[in-house]
């Protein structure tokens, strides 16, 4: 089912979209290419790329999935750019073709690491440490024994925390009626 | 499904069981369960995310770019779309003001790292201007450089044929009845990489900074050559002549069998690892001191102690360099800083505050990556701040 929004909504839209992929996309780009300039000029085409059609997309994950697409595609062609460039300089013959990088698991890190790490910045300090903790492989009672707290105390701070995620990013998934009322 | 599809969906979970697992429900444990069990690489992966050690890499990496100049050129450039839906417009007054923000960027803000390293032109691992990859040094020390266009050089006993990146040879048939058997040696220069196929067929691959010393033919009980370097050997099966290296201090012995050799003067040991067949380990001099390798196993003998050590090693790890590659678990610094000034045919130092310490990498290199990328890498992965003078690396 596709979204009618506003224009102005859809800058809204936009701009949140932006605001909390940013991290996920620059670190997925910077960890291939450790190229600062182009990942930055990577992340705002494919924006503009998405804007064209951003009355496509039902789900967050969808829109999620269109950019990882478009700057692995987009990074893959500067990258090949980047050897042909290279072969004539050395006029070398035709090197082996660089096998597609295992971007399944690229993409995943980006995405697991940029959430957990947005779901732990902004917490109480208390849950902080028990999110944390617990990310370092510890394990409930570790973690409760660490803090000096109760298993239980550990536990509803670690479903607060995943809460809190959630809530930072409900009003990206169904974004239309909310902003709606919100912005119009 | 695109697989970026399934890769969104699946990050999902693996944040829904890292934080509150509990909530999980029964098709999202099954669907984690078959990810995890489809590789151990998703294992580890599953592992290593939202380890202190990863997510302060995350905050690194994002730290070096600010979100918010990103949306102002963004908005800049979407700004005339909005009254008029054209495509091109956009798209051309998108990047338009992509290249004055960042260029407004680029020049007001302090020199970064990224800025100082610009300054030099990238350095690579293949020699450039047509520097050859490997010389042929005869016994009277007349050199030969080889590489480029395909040609034979014939000699008194032996014919050799040079390639672009090896050299094969062939001994004449008139040399059999010769008692005198010419050495040559092969001498590869850092930077470059070269091959060679010996007179009994055994193939042989040196890589940056080595030297290989050999007979243009092999004669009597044993093929013997000598080894400064590292090189990778696929020997010819031959029961009757057992095929010898001589790398200083380590001296291997096989029939026929694929394995690897280091011994850098520069590094304090000599290792042998087999990935086929069996070999039989020596110290030099004194052969008492020996030991079988099976595959997958590694002998290193430390410079001076005249005792050999055996390990299991990964081997995709230390054949690595014959694909251009560097895959480093747990190296040192100092290690891995002599391997880049072999490959790139550079010197390191270490300036006044820069000690070399005992910090270990895990992490990867390419040769077709210029020198910078994989120094910025290795600053980013927790390492010093590097810096390129000329052919010098200074380790802050």
């Not at chain 1, 620059?26 to 990942?39: E, N, T």
């Not at chain 2, 970026?4 to 444990?29: C, M, P």
């Not at chain 2, 690579?124 to 590489?147: K, M, N």
């Not at chain 2, 895990?362 to 003078?389: K, W």
Request: net charge negative.
């Amino acid at each position: 089912m596709k979204q009618h929004r506003t224009p102005r909504q859809n800058n809204e839209y936009f701009r949140h979209l932006h605001e909390t992929t940013y991290d996920s996309l620059f670190y997925y780009l910077y960890m291939k290419s450790g190229d600062r300039q182009l990942s930055e000029d990577i992340i705002q085409e494919s924006f503009i790329l998405l804007w064209e059609r951003i009355d496509g997309f039902d789900s967050l994950a969808g829109v999620k999935s269109f950019l990882y697409q478009t700057v692995r595609n987009k990074l893959m062609n500067r990258l090949r750019d980047e050897r042909i460039r290279r072969r004539i300089l050395e006029s070398r013959a035709a090197e082996p073709p660089t096998p597609p990088p295992n971007d399944d698991s690229d993409v995943i890190e980006a995405e697991v690491v940029s959430q957990l790490y947005a779901a732990i910045s902004g917490l109480p300090t208390q849950t902080e440490r028990v999110v944390s903790l617990t990310l370092s492989g510890m394990t409930v009672e570790q973690v409760a024994d660490e803090l000096g707290v109760s298993v239980n105390t550990v536990k509803t701070l670690k479903k607060a925390a995943y809460r809190a995620l959630r809530t930072k990013l409900s009003h990206l998934k169904s974004a239309a009626p909310l902003l709606y009322l919100l912005f119009w | 499904m695109e697989m970026s599809d399934y890769s969104v969906k699946i990050a999902e979970v693996i944040i829904k069981s890292k934080l509150d697992a509990e909530s999980l429900t029964t098709a999202e444990t099954a669907e984690l369960g078959r990810w995890l069990e489809a590789s151990s690489s998703n294992r580890e992966l599953y592992d290593r995310l939202g380890d202190p050690a990863t997510m302060a890499q995350f905050e690194h990496v994002v730290s070096l770019s600010d979100h918010r100049a990103s949306w102002d050129a963004i908005e800049h450039g979407l700004r005339p779309q909005r009254q008029r839906r054209r495509l091109y417009r956009t798209v051309a007054a998108a990047v338009v003001a992509a290249v004055v923000v960042g260029a407004t960027y680029l020049y007001m803000s302090p020199p970064t790292q990224t800025e100082r390293f610009a300054a030099n032109a990238p350095i690579y691992a293949i020699p450039q201007d047509g520097a050859a990859q490997a010389y042929l040094v005869s016994g009277d020390g007349e050199r030969i450089a080889l590489g480029g266009e395909p040609r034979t050089i014939e000699s008194r006993y032996a014919s050799m044929s040079v390639g672009a990146e090896n050299i094969s040879v062939e001994a004449l048939a008139t040399a059999a009845q010769e008692e005198h058997i010419e050495f040559k040696t092969l001498v590869v220069p850092r930077g470059g990489m070269f091959g060679i196929t010996l007179e009994d067929g055994t193939q042989v691959k040196l890589n940056s900074g080595t030297e290989l010393r050999f007979p243009e033919r092999f004669a009597g009980g044993a093929r013997e050559v000598w080894l400064s370097g590292e090189a990778w050997f696929e020997v010819a099966h031959n029961d009757r002549a057992p095929f010898i290296v001589h790398s200083g201090e380590m001296t291997t012995r096989v029939l026929g069998t694929k394995f690897n050799v280091s011994a850098y003067p520069d590094d304090q040991f000599v290792s042998t690892t087999l990935a086929e067949g069996s070999v039989e380990v020596a110290v030099s001099g004194a052969t008492a001191v020996n030991t079988v390798l099976r595959p997958g196993m590694q002998a290193t003998l430390l410079c001076g102690t005249q005792t050999l050590s055996t390990r299991a090693v990964d081997l995709a790890m230390v054949l690595a360099w014959q694909n251009g590659e560097l895959l480093f678990g747990n190296m040192e610094l100092e290690r891995i800083l002599r391997v880049l000034s072999r490959w790139y045919d550079v010197d390191y130092e270490y300036s006044g505050g820069a000690a070399s310490g005992s910090h270990t990498f895990a992490g990867r290199a390419a040769r077709s990556e210029d020198l910078e990328t994989v120094l910025r890498r290795l600053t980013m992965l927790g390492g010093p701040r590097f810096e390129i003078v000329g052919r010098r690396i200074i380790v802050h």
